[in-house]
């Protein structure tokens, strides 16, 4: 746990309690509130105390949940940002690759995270919300109050699913209570996921509003010159030339180069929807190196571009609670045909999550769903 103390101390009559945070992730613990803490001081203000905590298994609580170590987490090469071209007809193929990945995902974690004594089977929003009750009580205690506390909670995105657990089993504990970036509760617990990425494509293709919005600070735009129409036109004409269908279909020698370029610009494109007031400014310059590498594609050409946004907008563990907190998903090329119909970006993400959480070997021994 760590705390962000309140500028008031606690005996004077301004003071407020406590705000307790989650950042979301799922996977996100105490690095991502140092980040956030003062914002968030400064929204909730400063008679408060803001305490954060890592959930079970993640970062340094013990036992630790992260089975997957030896995974690389950045962008191109993280289990849940793999990317694969749209190939229509070819379902069955993309689904035995994304089964294949949750085998050996499974293959790895069930041994090193799933026993009784191991943190996998706990690593759920329900057994989150039981440790916040108990940070509310040990704080309720420590302040000297009788009776019960209730929780003051800022919760983002995947800290959202655990506000509204929370809520749900404990409705005359909550006091105050904000969802920021809200996930829709039962097509998370459901692993529906019917609504994660209907808006993905319109949120990324904001990129092509703010780079003729921003003129010559934009590196896609040409001088500032460029029109709207001739900003989308040139990126269409990257994503022509990185048809991996057709270059399997022709077997060309550089397909899977094409095909890794593919997976590395959707993926790019994607998750700088998530930050775009950091990220957009990066993935305009990526883009201007895609048209250069295209010139001479190669795996080290992609490689160099990718590197600027090696870090990953997933933190460590979220396949490990995304998996624990769902029930088992269904997978089928139907539903490989309705995800990539809702987002060319974000669609084969979902199914790909789909499958290795069909797949996932480890029981949750309180998992909420409800």
Not at 62 to 91: D, F, H, I, M, W
Not at 217 to 230: L, P
Not at 321 to 340: E, G, H, T, Y
Request: net charge neutral; glycine share 8%; hydrophobic share 40%.
């Amino acid at each position: 746990m760590i705390k962000l103390p309140a500028a008031l101390p606690s005996t004077d009559p301004g003071y407020k309690g406590m705000v307790l945070f989650n950042p979301g992730g799922p996977g996100a613990g105490i690095p991502s509130f140092l980040q956030a803490s003062a914002i968030l001081q400064g929204a909730i203000g400063a008679n408060y105390d803001v305490i954060s905590f890592d959930p079970r298994g993640v970062g340094q609580a013990v036992p630790s949940g992260n089975c997957l170590s030896n995974y690389t987490v950045s962008r191109a090469q993280s289990p849940l940002y793999k990317r694969y071209p749209t190939v229509p007809g070819e379902a069955d193929v993309f689904l035995a690759d994304s089964y294949t990945q949750g085998a050996q995902i499974a293959a790895i974690c069930g041994p090193l995270i799933g026993g009784v004594n191991q943190a996998g089977p706990y690593m759920t929003a329900a057994v989150n919300a039981r440790d916040m009750l108990s940070i509310v009580d040990a704080f309720q205690l420590a302040s000297g109050k009788s009776g019960q506390g209730l929780l003051n909670y800022w919760g983002a995105s995947y800290g959202s699913y655990i506000g509204q657990t929370f809520a749900s089993l404990y409705p005359t504990r909550v006091g105050r209570m904000v969802l920021d970036g809200v996930i829709n509760a039962q097509d998370w617990s459901s692993a529906s996921d019917n609504n994660l990425v209907v808006h993905t494509d319109d949120a990324v293709n904001t990129f092509f509003d703010s780079c003729y919005a921003g003129g010559a600070a934009c590196a896609f735009n040409q001088g500032g010159t460029a029109t709207f129409a001739a900003i989308q036109a040139r990126m269409q004409n990257i994503f022509n030339q990185l048809n991996a269908t057709q270059a399997y279909a022709k077997s060309w020698s550089n397909a899977s180069t094409i095909e890794y370029a593919l997976v590395n610009l959707k993926s790019i494109m994607m998750s700088s929807s998530y930050y775009p007031l950091q990220e957009f400014p990066l993935l305009a310059q990526q883009l201007v190196a895609y048209e250069a590498a295209l010139t001479n594609l190669t795996k080290a050409a992609v490689d160099t571009i990718v590197a600027p946004s090696a870090g990953s907008i997933l933190p460590e563990n979220t396949v490990e609670i995304l998996c624990s907190d769902q029930a088992k998903p269904v997978i089928n090329s139907a539903v490989v045909a309705k995800f990539r119909k809702q987002s060319s970006y974000g669609g084969e993400y979902v199914v790909n999550k789909i499958a290795i959480c069909s797949l996932w070997p480890v029981t949750s021994k309180s998992r909420f769903a409800g």
